[in-house]
């Protein structure tokens, strides 16, 4: 993994060494909302952190990529993921604290990954999973380009009932990739 630039952001790979920065972000109740849980104790995280430096799953069917987010020059203020298995499109998740919320340090963040992705890694298509009610999640990646799945999409990575599922196919700027299906009515796709 690599070292990852923006104009405001530089996205580390994430090790064990980062837990204690990011046991101060991932505190902030506010990030729980809607779904997940503050980390039990900085061991705890440590630990984590630790087993994700493998960045594969335990069968290898899985690359595993997270980096954490640091303001350049500065603080921690959250971290990026992707989950991308050996067949299908990767998964993406993203937490940032809530005092950076509102200032484009998300999308900057996430629209570093998807490049690195799709260049890095050739990934040519990404979801991303969120419960329904978590409307900045939804702008974040509507601004970024995704779109509603398809039902083959729904099938790989199955959202539950709660959730909803937004899509990206990776091309040329980011932008839906030639050919993608336009987006589905405001419906419920499944």
């Known amino acids: 993994m690599r070292i990852l630039h923006s104009e405001r952001l530089v996205l580390e790979p994430q090790v064990a ?93 996430v629209g570093a990954m998807l490049v690195e992705l799709a260049a890095g890694y050739d990934v040519r298509q990404v979801g991303a999973v969120f419960k329904r009610p978590n409307h900045r999640s939804r702008k974040l990646l509507t601004r970024l380009g995704f779109v509603m799945p398809t039902t083959a999409d729904c099938e790989h990575y199955q959202p539950d009932d709660d959730e909803d599922l937004l899509v990206l196919a990776l091309g040329s700027g980011l932008r839906p990739a030639a050919g993608r299906p336009a987006p589905a009515p405001a419906s419920d796709p499944r």
């Open 17 to 109: 060494a980062h837990a204690a920065e990011m046991f101060v972000v991932l505190s902030d109740p506010a990030i729980y909302e809607f779904e997940n849980e503050p980390p039990a104790s900085l061991e705890w995280l440590r630990a984590r952190f630790e087993r994700l430096e493998s960045r594969a799953s335990g069968d290898g069917s899985e690359r595993w990529l997270n980096w954490v987010i640091r303001v350049a020059g500065g603080e921690l203020i959250g971290y990026v993921q992707a989950s991308v298995p050996a067949i299908g499109g990767a998964f993406i998740a993203y937490e940032l604290t809530s005092t950076h919320w509102g200032h484009g340090y998300g999308r900057e963040a």
